[in-house]
């Protein structure tokens, strides 16, 4: 498949001029010009690279590429050495950050949406943020079990609120900032992927439980769904690595 119409089709279905992100989204190191094999992942370390090197990928499709806001913007050490992996093997790097978290199918946070099995009651559509309901009220310690057990991590549990739970907030990834709104919706629970000192604070007296799950383990759905969206209606091979990550 020809790069740059992989790259229209991608800016398009991600509706990727919708956000002012904090890193460019599409392509960030260009390889091949024609594209066969893809490797998916979260991140785009040098353990990623490798893989995709050893897979002979042509290119490699990521939720964390480069470039960020605020970063150190020369190519050395760390970055110079991925970089060049990258350029010596021809391959593409393509990132896409939060149109991939809000995409409403294959978006990480509709995706855990499914993994869970919460209603999607959101008021704003929007919004980074989702909101949810449990089909029936669940003791807290059996939802946290099963959060656990659906992204094989054990999260850490911050106890704010009720017993019962059925309403549910959620954001994948670093977004523990974002519990206010959750606390304005009224949520018994809010998931996020991370968590700040602030938050123990910020939850017990306001009356909520938090829950962070893992940044890798909530935002791994996305990539991988995206990835078999184009092995479905591509002639591409593709590949998820999953490099795993404790944070």
Request: proline share 4%.
């Amino acid at each position: 498949m020809d790069r740059k119409a992989l790259l229209n089709y991608l800016d398009d279905y991600l509706k990727v001029l919708s956000f002012k992100d904090y890193a460019p989204n599409g392509l960030q190191v260009e390889g091949a010009e024609d594209i066969r094999r893809i490797v998916t992942g979260v991140t785009a370390s040098q353990a990623l690279i490798d893989k995709a090197i050893e897979l002979e990928a042509d290119t490699l499709l990521v939720h964390h590429g480069y470039f960020w806001k605020n970063e150190i913007p020369t190519i050395t050490s760390m970055k110079k050495k991925r970089i060049d992996s990258l350029l010596r093997h021809n391959i593409n790097l393509l990132g896409y950050h939060l149109p991939l978290d809000a995409h409403p199918v294959l978006g990480n946070n509709a995706q855990l949406a499914a993994l869970w099995n919460i209603e999607d009651i959101t008021p704003e559509p929007t919004s980074l943020v989702r909101l949810g309901m449990l089909s029936t009220p669940t003791e807290m310690e059996a939802f946290k079990s099963f959060v656990d057990q659906s992204l094989d991590r054990k999260s850490l549990h911050l106890p704010g609120g009720k017993p019962q739970v059925q309403k549910i907030a959620w954001c994948s990834g670093g977004a523990q900032n974002y519990i206010q709104q959750a606390i304005d919706w009224d949520a018994d629970v809010y998931i996020s992927g991370e968590v700040s000192e602030q938050t123990t604070h910020q939850a017990l007296e306001s009356g909520i439980h938090y829950l962070a799950a893992g940044h890798h383990a909530t935002e791994r759905l996305g990539v991988k769904m995206l990835g078999e969206h184009l092995q479905k209606h591509f002639a591409l091979e593709v590949v998820f690595c999953d490099i795993n990550n404790p944070v």
